[in-house]
């Protein structure tokens, strides 16, 4: 591995690194760049993908909300198990989301034609039309934002952050469902 020690910092996580080196010589920080490059990055990225929702009058979290009702295909239904679960946020949340989106107009909750005791949560006309034109923008926008990488390093990227999102979500020895028990 490269020794950075002595190289100009190319970011703040290089500083932050310069840092722990001068303090802490004994330790191998070099975890901490990837990992505070990707949190960086996401909290940038976030953002950036922020101001384009609003735009359109959404946060991040209704436009999620509405893109999973919309991907998941016509007509654009999901019980709200299946739209908490595919979003990990708690029941509560879910909610408490959904009342605000239904405000807007954007869903409704519709009987569910399979199980009398439970309702269905769809997009409306008003919110399919509204998703339609967000995620076309949305698109254009996370194109501009990784414009800087060549589109063969963005691929490279993208395979790495795979194997890594691979690791970090499969349980290790089962250590993670033992903690859970």
């Known amino acids: 591995m490269k020794d950075l ?57 209704e436009f999620d909300m509405l893109a999973t009702l919309r991907r998941s295909g016509a007509p654009y239904c999901l019980s709200p198990t299946e739209l908490f679960s595919m979003l ?42 509204l998703i339609e034109r967000v995620v076309e923008a949305h698109v254009v926008n996370e194109h501009a934002l990784l414009s800087a990488l060549s589109a063969d390093a963005l691929h490279e990227l993208d395979l790495q952050l795979v194997d890594l999102l691979r690791a970090l979500e499969s349980p290790k020895d089962g250590a993670e469902a033992k903690s859970a028990a």
Do not use: Y
Not at 89 to 115: A, I
């Open 88 to 129: 990990m946020v708690t029941s509560g949340t879910m909610t408490h989301r959904l009342k605000r989106l239904e405000t807007r107009g954007w869903v409704e909750r519709v009987p569910n034609d399979q199980d009398a005791r439970s309702t269905l949560v769809r997009l409306t006309d008003e919110g399919l039309a």
């Open 5 to 61: 020690t002595f190289s100009p910092p190319r970011d703040a996580v290089d500083v932050i690194l310069g840092q722990w080196r001068r303090e802490r010589p004994d330790l191998d920080v070099s975890p901490m760049g990837p990992i505070g490059r990707i949190k960086r990055c996401a909290v940038l990225l976030e953002a950036r993908l922020e101001v384009e929702f609003a735009k359109f009058g959404l946060s991040m979290w």
